[in-house]
């Protein structure tokens, strides 16, 4: 769950690159970084922390430099404590090469047991984006022994490192003296897109906001399993380096965790989201007559246009009757529940005036642990609500995320191995309404462009809802192994909750 941007321009780039991990903070909150390319020397900063508490006016000048990458990160593997595990990543060999990925490698426990034994590389961190680098540098190194670097070794290379990646990635590489790189996992679940500004420069970034916030106006997505190289004079070569790729989006994106104003693979998030209300509204009809609610909240901040939509369609009226904490940042979770109730009503606080006396109906985007949502629900009952119901616009979350959504493991997600009716009882609520798999993938198939050149989706990976994991390589082993990798928890870990992400739905 990270956000990667590259550029390759005729002007410097640090700023450029600074206001693009901007508009991509909300995929990542733990770390950021930058590197720059001037000549054939590479200039980094990276460090744990916020776009804007990493860097500061020193070291924006100490990033020269036409070309450049960057990434905000939200761990979902390896030491989350770890300033080392920020991205970018670098290898000095072959040519020099930095590295931002987005994803997660389902088999990078194997490929780091082969990089040291048959390629003979060394990996000094536990994240998978490293394993992903030095896979990337032996492929190009071996493409490139008998000929020079250009657009056909590169591809070549990445076909290579196709046939060895499990997972899911979407990356960017920037190798010296020669250009930026970027690809796709052959499932196209992390999404990456490409666009162009009035001067020529062109970028790659994770969404269609950070392309269109920094002036650049979008051409395309990049395609599953495409490799593109956009080399120092700006001048782009693109190949299909997968057999057989097919375009299955993540979900989750949908559901969560893209910005509302962004495309993706030509979807419009805002219209999903729009859609998922209004398949919605079919399921708390059959279960609460519109007569029994007196008004409809959102649970800030990605329910809102689901809510809306809900609202509109059942004749409802439809309130603000949470308001986030924009400044509280991420607080420090203590031992025992009492603290972590704290911490819920330190980034909510309720108006009274729209709970007092009535039936209200509470919608939320998605329910994963199910703690925030209980303590929401009674929240609402401390205000004076006669009944809370709950709303789900996504289906219940039985099984872990294992493509790089920080998800917990599956005992600690409240809808596994548990009825809907044993949810509602452990939130809390009234009543407790989902949305159910099929109706919420027709909702965003819906929001999908059938103009012609439009990206054609083959489906989506909506493994955290109904266990079908796109990849065909995920079993319980695979899970547990993988388990093992997730952010170590301690009882000073900042919270990592939805409620503590940056307000970027606004």
Do not use: W
């Not at 020269?64 to 990160?73: C, E, K, S, W």
């Not at 642990?369 to 979350?397: C, F, N, W």
């Amino acid at each position: 769950m990270c956000g990667i941007v590259g550029v390759v321009s005729n002007a410097p780039v640090n700023q450029l690159l600074y206001d693009a991990l901007l508009l991509l903070q909300h995929r990542g909150q733990d770390a950021a970084g930058i590197v720059t390319l001037l000549e054939r020397k590479f200039f980094m900063h990276k460090a744990k922390g916020m776009v804007r508490d990493v860097f500061r006016t020193r070291n924006m000048r100490a990033l020269p430099g036409d070309v450049g990458l960057g990434q905000v990160r939200y761990p979902t593997a390896g030491n989350a404590y770890s300033e080392e595990e920020a991205q970018p990543f670098y290898v000095n060999a072959p040519f020099g090469i930095v590295l931002v990925h987005n994803g997660n490698l389902t088999n990078a426990h194997a490929l780091r047991a082969e990089l040291f034994s048959t390629d003979h590389r060394h990996t000094n961190t536990e994240s998978d984006s490293e394993v992903l680098l030095n896979v990337l540098a032996h492929e190009i190194d071996r493409a490139t022994r008998d000929g020079m670097l250009n657009s056909a070794t590169l591809f070549a290379a990445v076909r290579a490192v196709h046939r060895r990646l499990r997972g899911s990635y979407a990356v960017v590489a920037l190798i010296a003296g020669h250009g930026l790189l970027a690809f796709r996992d052959p499932y196209g679940i992390r999404p990456l897109a490409m666009g162009r500004a009035a001067d020529g420069a062109v970028m790659v970034a994770s969404e269609s906001v950070a392309l269109e916030g920094s002036g650049h106006v979008f051409e395309r997505n990049i395609a599953p399993g495409e490799a593109v190289f956009i080399d120092l004079a700006g001048q782009v070569h693109a190949e299909q380096c997968a057999e057989n790729a097919t375009l299955n989006p993540c979900m989750f994106e949908f559901v969560y965790l893209a910005r509302p104003d962004s495309v993706l693979d030509g979807i419009s998030v805002y219209q999903a989201r729009l859609n998922l209300g209004e398949t919605l509204a079919k399921r708390v009809v059959s279960t609460v007559p519109p007569s029994e609610i007196d008004v409809i909240i959102p649970i800030p901040e990605s329910s809102r246009p689901s809510a809306t939509q809900l609202a509109h369609l059942l004749g409802v009226p439809y309130r603000e009757g949470f308001v986030k904490n924009r400044y509280v940042g991420r607080t420090f979770i203590m031992p025992g529940q009492g603290v972590r109730k704290k911490s819920v009503r330190q980034k909510l606080n309720v108006i009274a005036s729209e709970f007092k006396g009535r039936n209200v109906l509470l919608v939320d985007d998605s329910i994963v642990r199910g703690t925030t949502s209980k303590e929401i629900v009674q929240m609402a009952r401390d205000a004076g609500a006669r009944k809370v119901y709950l709303a789900s616009a996504a289906p219940p979350v039985r099984y872990p995320n294992v493509y790089g959504i920080d998800m917990p493991t599956k005992d600690e997600l409240v809808a596994h191995d548990r009825t809907v009716e044993e949810i509602r009882q452990l939130i809390g609520c009234d009543a407790l309404i989902y949305q159910d798999v099929e109706g919420m993938k027709r909702a965003v198939m819906k929001a999908s462009p059938t103009t012609p050149g439009a990206p054609k989706l083959d489906g989506f990976d909506s493994s955290c809802f109904d266990g079908i994991y796109v990849t065909g390589d995920i079993d319980t082993d695979a899970i547990q192994r993988m388990n093992g990798s997730r952010p170590r928890i301690e009882e000073t870990e900042e919270d990592s909750s939805r409620l503590a992400l940056p307000n970027h739905n606004d």
